[in-house]
């Protein structure tokens, strides 16, 4: 087994340190997170936005702790742990970022308490905000890592993950609704949750790869113009949002952490199915 490392800084920065201090009360909800990782900020972001009360705890995914083991086998964050069952039993945690994102809409579904649902009523609509979901699951994050982890000196494999991720999220913006800025239009679903974390970390890959990421500057778009244009202001949106800023922490903090993917040294089972054009964990 791949020698993984523990040496990660061990804390949130920024807003989402001040966000994790006022969320350390012992509660029923508990979120098993990393600062630095974005599955765990898809939950996070649902936690805010509904203003569920939980408990943050911060794990390092990499030490595999027995603790860590017997709440979520696969070892990975974020895990939820869950209130009883109606009889008071206890239930076992919950895993996977999609999974848990879903489980918090319609378990916290009371719309006075908890605000708008976010998928919606209509299930065809829901069908397709889940479509953009398996997109993004299975084409814009997979492409996400081949990118970050590219060895830049390598200039045409380099562009080749460039124009790949562009294209997988080309073809999401392609189905935005028209009115701005969200997925959906007006209101704010689980397709922009589920995708907001790795937007926002789109700054480590202009600062790690030579090109950067490649997006077109206003009016440079060519013939994609209106998709970028209609990225920008979903992106605008987004990387103002409450939730996505709050769960945030600093720059600086990030460009250290991602410096393994940005080398291709991390051994983060992510990095590892990258490596071998596997299946994400
Ligand atoms: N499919 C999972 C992936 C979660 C995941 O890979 N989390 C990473 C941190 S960003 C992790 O726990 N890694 C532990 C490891 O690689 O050993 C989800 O959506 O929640």
């Given amino acids: ?24 009360q012992e509660l029923a909800v508990k979120l098993y997170g990393s600062w630095f ?10 936690l805010e936005e509904k203003n569920i009360p939980y408990h943050y705890i911060e794990i390092n995914p990499y030490r595999k702790e027995p603790e860590f083991l017997a709440l979520n086998p696969r070892g990975l964050v974020p895990t939820l742990a869950v209130p009883p069952d109606d009889h008071g039993n206890p239930r ?47 084409r814009i994050v997979p ?10 000196s390598d200039k045409s494999a380099l562009a080749e993950v460039r124009a790949d991720f562009l294209e997988q999220l080309r073809l999401l913006v392609r189905e935005m609704d028209d009115r701005l800025p969200y997925f959906l239009g ?4 689980l397709v922009d949750a589920m995708l907001a974390p790795w937007a926002v970390r789109l700054f480590i890959i202009d600062h790690y790869k030579p090109g950067g990421v490649g ?67």
């Fill in 37 to 46: 990782c974005p599955f765990v900020q898809r939950a996070w972001i649902v």
């Fill in 143 to 152: 492409a996400f890592y081949r990118f970050i982890q590219q060895d830049p």
């Fill in 92 to 138: 076992k945690p919950l895993y996977d970022s999609t999974i848990i994102a879903e489980y918090l809409d319609e378990a916290f579904a009371d719309t006075t308490e908890y605000g708008p649902r976010f998928l919606p009523g209509d299930p065809y609509e829901r069908a397709r905000c889940r479509l953009w979901i398996d997109h993004i699951n299975t």
């Fill in 215 to 281: 997006i077109p500057a206003f009016e440079h778009g060519g013939e994609n113009e209106q998709d970028w244009d209609r990225w920008r202001g979903w992106f605008d949106a987004i990387r103002e949002r409450k939730s996505v800023k709050g769960t945030m922490s600093d720059a600086a903090s990030y460009i250290e952490v991602y410096k393994r993917y940005a080398d291709n040294t991390t051994n983060s089972l992510v990095g590892q199915a990258t490596r071998k054009g596997g299946r994400m964990p």
């Fill in 186 to 189: 007006e209101d704010f679903s």
């Fill in 1 to 24: 087994m791949a020698t993984v490392d523990t040496s990660i800084p061990e804390h949130a920065t920024g807003a989402a340190a001040h966000l994790v201090s006022h969320r350390s």
